[in-house]
């Protein structure tokens, strides 16, 4: 989706538009004039704010600097670079942090996105098992204490204005009294999400009119779905605080996550790069209308 934008909003514009890289590198000419789309990168973005984007840790940093709410990330370097880069007690510190979070941690690379070697750890045992896998191939993780996620709500932001607001809603089954949540999620087309559950859950039977949600992730790759959320309340809220966000890390295009923990709204994450393919399969008008207001803002500087 992105590159189908991005050519149609060139072809609008009599811009000459030049994919490469397998689509990982789109350069744009007009009039003499060249700008370049790397990733999910439109070019909008300082390289600072870019960076700081990328980096959880650093991200969390720079917004409780600015008292924004957020959900901390603490940063483990690679032991494989050297004990004078990664510290001599990383694993000491990371053992005092899950005795700290008795409910678990969740472990992820420091820098990467759409959910991918995302591991929750409540024991000694979890956590080296994620450590060891997010380490094979990341040269940092964060650390970050388990929470109990009410809602996650992504806001599309082009110069601190909302372009589209949409939560994230994890696949789920309402039982009947009758059958197991193994049965019920096969006939929802939603057993790959049971992966991570015990026997003992996936083969109880869901009491009637229960609604048991099958992931603890919120990520659109791990099955969750886009619901565009009206003006209210709610969006007014997520916007607000996206803003804050935003403004603490002096980023211009970005999809910022917010999460709801205990009634509270924080930020989870920011991203540089605005993916939105799984939006687009249902709102296609709305995904190119702010992909087009982006370059925009491109090809006015």
């Known amino acids: 989706m992105f590159i189908q934008a991005i050519r149609r909003y060139c072809a609008n514009h009599g811009i000459a538009v030049d994919v490469r890289s397998s689509g990982w590198l789109i350069a744009m000419r007009r009039d003499g004039t060249h700008r370049f789309a790397f990733g999910y990168d439109i070019g909008l973005n300082s390289a600072i704010a870019h960076r700081l984007a990328n980096d959880k840790s650093a991200t969390a940093e720079a917004l409780a600097l600015a008292?924004?709410?957020?959900?901390?990330?603490?940063?483990?370097?690679?032991?494989?670079?050297?004990?004078?880069?990664?510290?001599?007690?990383?694993?000491?510190?990371?053992?005092?942090?899950?005795?700290?979070?008795?409910?678990?941690?969740?472990?992820?690379?420091?820098?990467?996105?759409?959910?991918r070697a995302v591991f929750k750890a409540t024991n000694r045992d979890e956590l080296d098992r994620a450590v060891t896998e997010v380490f094979s191939s990341s040269l940092g993780l964060v650390i970050a204490p388990y929470v109990e996620i009410e809602d996650e709500v992504r806001v599309i932001l082009l110069d601190c204005r909302p372009m589209i607001v949409y939560r994230k809603e994890r696949p789920s089954v309402v039982g009947d009294g009758e059958h197991t949540l193994?049965?019920?999620?096969?006939?929802?087309?939603?057993?790959?999400?049971?992966r991570e559950l015990t026997a003992h859950e996936v083969n109880a039977i869901v009491?009637?009119?229960?609604?048991?949600?099958?992931?603890?992730?919120?990520?659109?790759?791990?099955?969750?779905?886009?619901?565009?959320?009206?003006?209210?309340?709610?969006?007014?809220?997520?916007?607000?605080?996206?803003?804050?966000?935003?403004?603490?890390?002096?980023?211009?295009?970005?999809?910022?996550?917010?999460?709801?923990?205990?009634?509270?709204?924080?930020?989870?994450?920011?991203?540089?790069?605005?993916?939105?393919?799984?939006?687009?399969?249902?709102?296609?008008?709305?995904?190119?209308?702010?992909?087009d207001a982006a370059l925009d803002r491109v090809f006015e500087n």
């Open 67 to 115: 008292d924004v709410p957020c959900v901390p990330h603490h940063l483990f370097l690679n032991p494989s670079m050297g004990v004078h880069v990664a510290g001599a007690h990383w694993r000491e510190a990371m053992l005092a942090l899950l005795a700290q979070h008795p409910q678990g941690v969740v472990v992820k690379p420091n820098e990467g996105t759409s959910g």
């Open 182 to 194: 193994r049965e019920l999620a096969t006939r929802a087309g939603h057993d790959s999400q049971l």
């Open 207 to 291: 009491p009637t009119g229960e609604q048991r949600i099958l992931n603890w992730r919120h990520n659109l790759d791990a099955g969750a779905r886009p619901v565009l959320l009206e003006d209210g309340e709610v969006s007014a809220a997520c916007a607000n605080l996206a803003i804050d966000a935003a403004n603490a890390i002096g980023i211009t295009f970005a999809s910022i996550d917010v999460v709801r923990v205990e009634g509270e709204w924080r930020v989870l994450e920011i991203n540089s790069g605005v993916m939105m393919e799984a939006l687009a399969k249902l709102h296609p008008e709305l995904v190119q209308a702010t992909y």
